[in-house]
């Protein structure tokens, strides 16, 4: 319990005003106490941030969506790593596949793999866009 500062009477939190046993005023204040003010060192405006549009990030999808540039606009590099990595892998796989089984000349199976991607990276990037409350790689609503 807290102490009076005039008689030294222990009194309750709740009668911060004045002390109920000497009846002195803000019994729990210390002599030569002052207050701070704290909102004068907090600095409000414009921090630099730009915050990420999302008709930026779908034009990137559809154009760079091979090399994962959407997701490093958005500053998630991880994922702009993984998906470089699985349109090369798609390319790759759907190369073969066409070359061997559909027996197309194999420019014809790489042309036809990368525009069978970029649909697949278009209607990702549409899924993206559509999203409610997309967040960058720092946290911030992508608008």
């Given at each position: 319990m807290p102490i009076c500062k005039?008689?030294?009477?222990?009194?309750?939190?709740?009668?911060?005003?004045?002390?109920?046993?000497?009846?002195?005023?803000?019994?729990?204040?210390?002599?030569?106490?002052?207050?701070?003010?704290i909102t004068s060192n907090i600095e409000v405006g414009?921090?630099?941030?730009?915050?990420?549009?999302?008709?930026?990030?779908?034009?990137?999808?559809?154009?760079?969506?091979?090399?994962?540039i959407p997701f490093f606009y958005l500053k998630q590099i991880k994922s702009g790593i993984i998906l470089m990595i699985i349109n090369l892998i798609g390319i790759g796989a759907l190369s073969f596949i066409f070359a061997f089984y559909a027996?197309?000349?194999?420019?014809?199976s790489v042309i036809i793999a990368i525009l069978l991607l970029l649909v697949v990276n278009t209607v990702a990037g549409l899924v993206l866009f559509r999203t409610p409350n997309l967040k960058d790689g720092n946290g911030e609503f992508v608008i």
């Open positions: 005039n008689c030294g009477s222990r009194i309750e939190k709740f009668n911060k005003d004045f002390c109920p046993i000497c009846g002195c005023k803000s019994p729990f204040a210390q002599d030569g106490e002052k207050t701070v003010e414009n921090s630099g941030y730009q915050p990420k549009k999302k008709s930026t990030m779908l034009m990137f999808f559809i154009f760079f969506g091979f090399f994962g027996q197309l000349p194999i420019y014809w």
